[in-house]
């Protein structure tokens, strides 16, 4: 068997051999788009900032045709003093006639190789098919729900407009607000062993993907990006394919995030995560979405309340590729590290 690689970093446009993938598993992943839409979102997918920085496909071919591929995104990762890179896998696709004969599995071994040598601390991936694949390899899952909230009711905003406790965040946005989380590294240490933290550019991967949807779909483009109440923010990006506005991540500001829990609902940083959650509900409404969608994770419960929890689905899970990285300390998966 033979690995080919392609890189969007050394491939301004996408591969021929990467629409052939595409075009063979658009049955499985295209939902609501027509071939050519799934190919036109990939070939827009390819070339978005985050993709360059670091999307790779693999392929492993017996030597005369593909027989499974998939795909590596570079992140940031950190646990105490270990800081480098991890890779998100996503898109993992063998095709049905070559089914059940390892290959997944043995092109998984092979990436996971390849990115221990090149000295990777870690690959994450969100199972869609369950645990045991994955397992198999040294994935350990992490425990996942869904929260949702129904949006406002058109016509009847939770925030009314110009409301100075909320402000509505553009893209531009982005860097400051993840900062303002992330750059806390002290207090980020206390709460979270191991972290994978979310950079503008894979927010953005996410709003770009909303956009294609909303232009391929005849929907309205989403002006905000998410929303900030004192130091409370959350991201989110449209999901037109199943009516959710989904919440990338959500923060609750440094305080009720360091104590895990809102000890007081009536405290100003309660109403904050509060109001914030009102204007996901809006701008759900707004865009003709009925439901907000966030992830629950180890870390959030304590003062993420509301709505309905549900089961989910997807399931994070994590390998370490050196020593000192341990699955069980990533806390703090959220929806924008979905790929």
Known sequence: MELLVYSAAEHSEIPDAALDRDRLNHAAWGGSLTQEQYLERERRLWRDPFSRQGLRLWV???????VASLETYAVQAKSGDLAGSGHGIASVYVEERHRGGGHASDLLRRVHERLRAEGALLTYLISEIGPSLYERLGYRGRPLRLRRLAASEPGRP?????????RLLEERDLLAVLESRYGRSEGQAKRLPLSIPLSPQ?????????RIYAELLGRPVADAVGARAGDAFALWAPEYRHGVLRVLTLYPGARLFLAGLIDDPRSPEAAAVRDVLHAARD?????????VEMWENTVNPGWLRGGLPVP??????????????????WLDWERGHWL
């Open 283 to 291: 701008e759900a409404a707004r865009l003709g979405l009925s439901t």
């Open 312 to 329: 989910a689905e997807d399931l994070p899970m994590l390998l370490p590729l050196r020593g000192g990285i341990h699955a069980e300390d």
């Open 158 to 166: 939770d925030i009314e407009p110009g409301d100075p406790r909320v």
């Open 60 to 66: 492993l071919s017996d030597g005369h045709e593909p």
């Open 202 to 210: 894979q927010i953005g991967w996410h709003l770009q993907r909303g």
